[in-house]
């Protein structure tokens, strides 16, 4: 097990914070008359705070992923817990982070946001990944390094001997948002956790589960850092809509295979179609539900597609992204009209 520090890396105002105790955190078992929350009483089903710890929905999520539920974290979207990553470990102006690019917006926001220095570091030109790069591009006030598998928008893994490199050489914590594994052939980096206790996993709903709306995301790792993001999280941040709606979905896990597997197999037909039509330069190869082609004329192309209706993702202007659209597959009936569009744009 490779030796890190949770304690050191969290800052010090988070290591000394006492977190608000709310009523349900200071009771646990079994009652019949609840008067400790100010709820109005009167049962409406909404009338009572949800479990803040998503008890449930963490044991339930655990034995799906056969993971401890000390080291699950839910938070409202994937993207709270980049947020609480940044507030968790970066003090403002001094510490810094890394990122690869392109990749998910939301990483340079948050860390904006956090008021911490962003470095992007370009992955190859083929998008894979170079940890020698970044292990170059890394100081000792880097605290968080995010990486992306598949990758946003390039939609290809990274390569995990190259990801186990800078586990090895990066000083701080390395973060691998895995929001489109379940579409690829890799299982991830779950198995990885229990060698590098700097690594954290980031997964959601919002894509291979059709949650989007429902606003529901994880980070698996440590259990230490996960006792923090559970401090700092606002008490009630996923709310009871949210935790049912997440709970009926595992309960219909066999649909959403099966809705994966049709999205795969659309991927593999809608990726044949556009390497059949001139003007389309290249296809990327793609383990994630959007595939990215590289045009002549990328501006042009988007803008006549919203014109006929049809919106895709213009990434153009993205590092490394030169005349780049991405395109998310949808029902084969869209991706028909999607290949019938381009034809007649290009054609
Ligand atoms: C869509 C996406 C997410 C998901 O964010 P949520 O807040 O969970 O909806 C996270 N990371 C990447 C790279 C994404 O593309």
Known sequence: MNSFNWSSWIR???????????????????????????????????????????????????????????????????????????????????????????????????????????????????????????????????????????????????????????????RGVVVVDEAYIDFSTSEGLMRLLPQYPNLILLRTFSKAWGLAGVRCGMALGHPDLIRILMQIKYPYNLNQLTQQAVMDRLNAVDLVYEQVQEIRREREILVSELEGITGILQVYPSDANFVLVRVAQANEVYNKLVDRGLIIRNRSN??????????????????????????????
């Open 12 to 170: 010090p105002a988070i290591r000394n914070l006492r977190p608000y105790s709310s009523a349900r955190d200071e009771f646990s078992g079994e009652a019949l008359v609840f008067l400790d929350a100010n709820e109005n009483p009167y049962e409406n089903g909404f009338n009572r705070y949800p479990d803040p710890r998503q008890m449930l929905l963490r044991n339930r999520i655990s034995d799906l992923l056969k993971l401890p539920v000390d080291s699950i974290f839910l938070g409202n979207g994937s993207d709270e817990a980049i947020d609480l990553l940044f507030r968790a470990g970066c003090e403002a102006r001094n510490d810094r982070a890394l990122a690869i690019t392109p990749s998910y917006g939301m990483y340079s926001v948050c860390a904006d946001i956090q008021g911490v220095g962003l470095d992007k570091v370009p992955l190859n030109d083929d998008f894979s990944l170079s940890s020698e790069r970044l292990l170059e591009a890394a100081t000792d006030s880097h605290k968080l390094l995010f990486l992306c598998s598949p990758n946003n928008p390039s939609g290809n893994l990274l390569s995990t001997e190259e990801i186990e490199k800078l586990l090895k050489g990066f």
């Open 318 to 347: 993205q590092d490394l992204c030169e005349g780049a659209l991405r395109i998310t597959i949808g029902t084969p009936e869209e991706n028909k009209q999607l290949i019938r569009e381009i034809k007649t744009i290009l054609q």
